[in-house]
């Protein structure tokens, strides 16, 4: 028997114009991949014989729970990007670094991501010509991805001070606690949906199936471990993120796969070489139903003549997930699913002034329309974590 839902076509979203942003801190981790990868063209250029590729190493993470899925993968893919043609597994060179979660040097209150990258020869000779790379991440919708945050942000209005300065501590304290220090629940879990709050319009749901098996996938119970969401769900089976919407409003939804944005392996780009879709839009709650959309897998094309355009989301085991696009990954027992969810608007003159390791499954057919949206930055993010 298979599942209908409210939504049979998925909308993608094209954005129209930049977030609205809840604060323009700066700091993007986009900015800091950019920075570094301009850099790394420059001396793979520059040297005898001049390097025409480099391939993005592993990025260890410090000073955050990497035994809780958190991990460098969101900043090897957007560095990887950031790198274009550049980038090969196969190169002689390769870029690699660490991932610290620390106080702001300015502001000790504050959080940043720092990152550190050096490059060296894969046999393990340094390259002298580059410098070690620093860059910081102060975006806090970026912190909140990284870290692996469930949190929800109130509006601009309601921060005393900048709305940055309230966000920051809000991603803080979404965080598990340190040693020694009392568990805190850091999310609300009902049965198979898990919410950042028991008031949340939204919630997120993991359905899973053996990969062979015939039938649909069915959702999975969720539990809180030391007051984290969580899901078994084993090597060897697909699963799909179900994102419920009960509000009154439209929401476009964006989802991370162990830190990995799920259009990263898009056919479909931009003239830059990035991907063209970043979001899918979700209706609001209608006759007492709620919008909802069945994310099933690893944007491929939003092409209508393929039947392979989505590959499936498969667990499997190290270095045969998708994270194995980025040589060199370690692989802790336990990954991340991350949903960021944001207000949408279509443009026009009403719209707000806005701005283990999980693989290639089989491949899937899912009808898919492109929309055009302004899109603002995530008002709530949702991390579910997955063991096997």
Known sequence: MTTTYRFTVMLLAVVATASRGQADEGGSLKDAAAELAKKVREVAKGLKPPQVAVRVGRFTPHGIADDLGVNGGGFESELA????????????????????????????????????????????????????????????????????????????????????????????????????????????????????????????E?????????????????????GLPFVGIDRGEVYEVRVVNDSDHEIAVSLAIDGIDQFTF??????????????????AAKDRKP????????????????????????????????LGKFPTRAQGKIGTITVGISRSYVPGPNAPKSASETGFGPPREVKQEVVTRKIDDPHEFITIRYNH
């Open 81 to 204: 990007t950031a790198l274009g043609g550049l980038a090969n597994r196969d190169a002689l060179l390769e870029v690699s670094g660490e991932v610290r979660f620390l106080s702001d040097p300015a502001r000790p209150d504050l959080k940043e991501i720092r990152i550190k990258a050096k490059l060296q020869y894969t046999n393990g000779d340094e390259v002298s010509e580059f410098k070690e790379f620093v860059g910081a991440v102060r975006k806090v919708t970026d912190i909140a991805r990284i870290t692996g945050a469930t949190v929800a942000f109130k509006p601009d209005s309601e921060y005393s001070g900048p709305p940055s300065d309230g966000r920051n501590p809000d991603v803080q304290h979404s965080l598990p606690p340190g040693p020694g220090q009392p568990p805190k629940v850091i999310a609300f879990v009902d049965g198979t949906f898990v919410r950042t709050s028991k008031a949340s319009p939204y919630a997120v």
């Open 206 to 226: 993991i359905r899973k199936k053996p990969l062979a098996a015939p039938g649909s996938a069915l959702p999975v119970a969720a539990s809180l471990k030391e």
């Open 266 to 283: 898009s056919e479909d780009r931009k003239p830059d070489g990035t991907p063209k879709f970043s979001h899918w839009i979700v209706g």
């Open 291 to 322: 919008g909802e959309v069945l994310i099933v897998g690893w944007h491929k094309t939003a092409d209508p003549s393929r039947k392979d355009n989505v590959l499936s989301f498969l667990v499997t085991e190290y270095g045969k997930g998708a």
